[in-house]
């Protein structure tokens, strides 16, 4: 064998959406910058529950700058529906919905709590202003 | 022309996902009791960011009297996702992660204050508490 062959630098391995598409990487694939060889689970994902087409057309209705955030929220909700088929990422909405009323009950239980024993102190503070005349030292 | 031909029934208008796909629809399209005709964007939605495809087989993975939840979330992330490509429907939980962390802080400094007005309010009571000694009842 020519020794040039083993000189030769060690092949880089396709990105994992090509690999999934059984198609050749070449070196300005555009997915390769987000789906890296070493995580092929991202892309199994969006194939998944988005579909190699789509993922591809709802990159390309996206700046470069942006991409990487599309691909990150892509990624989130495939992965969010495989595991939850019914509700998806929605289960998360509905999730932080119930926190958000939890906390404005518990705000409002607060709010009236400190209405209350502002006014309680109110009460007391009156009571107290009408001591002084009471006092020993005024009634000297 | 044939006076049966009048007097047969208008036929049902195809549901929106076969009319999408050009196929004919049939009594038993299971796609139909979630698309219905009249409601072509629904499927529209679905069909752009998820693909016929990938609708048709999750909906699969889902129980039958699950399904129509299934469809309302998968119409509501495609709509979110054609919305905003970039974020989809984690814009949503964005929005509402950082409207629970006002709640929070609002319900922090709520806390602060009535912990701090419940302290003023002990004062008061405790100086009243000495006060019925002064008192011309008790200095009888």
New interface residues.
């Given amino acids: 064998m020519d020794s040039a062959v083993w000189a030769s630098p060690k092949p880089e391995l396709p990105c994992a959406a090509c690999r999934t598409l059984h198609r050749k990487c070449s070196r300005d694939c555009t997915l390769a910058l987000y789906f890296p060889a070493g995580e092929p689970e991202k892309f199994a994902s969006v194939h998944?529950?988005?579909?190699a087409?789509?993922v591809i057309k709802?990159l390309q209705?996206?700046d470069q700058e942006?991409r990487e955030?599309?691909v990150?929220?892509?990624v989130?909700?495939a992965n969010e529906?495989l595991r939850d088929?019914?509700?998806?990422?929605?289960n998360?909405?509905s999730y932080?919905?119930k926190?958000?009323q939890d906390?404005?009950l518990?705000?409002k239980r607060?709010?009236e709590?400190?209405q209350e024993?502002?006014e309680?102190?109110n009460h007391?503070?009156t009571?107290?202003m009408d001591?002084p005349y009471?006092?020993?030292v005024y009634q000297l």
Avoid: W
Avoid at 48 to 51: L, S, T
């Fill in positions: 998944k529950v988005f579909g087409s789509n709802m209705m996206v942006k955030d599309a990150k929220s892509m989130y909700e529906r088929p019914v509700h998806g990422c929605t998360a909405i932080l919905q926190c958000i906390l404005q518990q705000l607060t709010r709590q400190l024993i502002q309680h102190s007391l503070l009571v107290l001591v009471q006092n020993p």
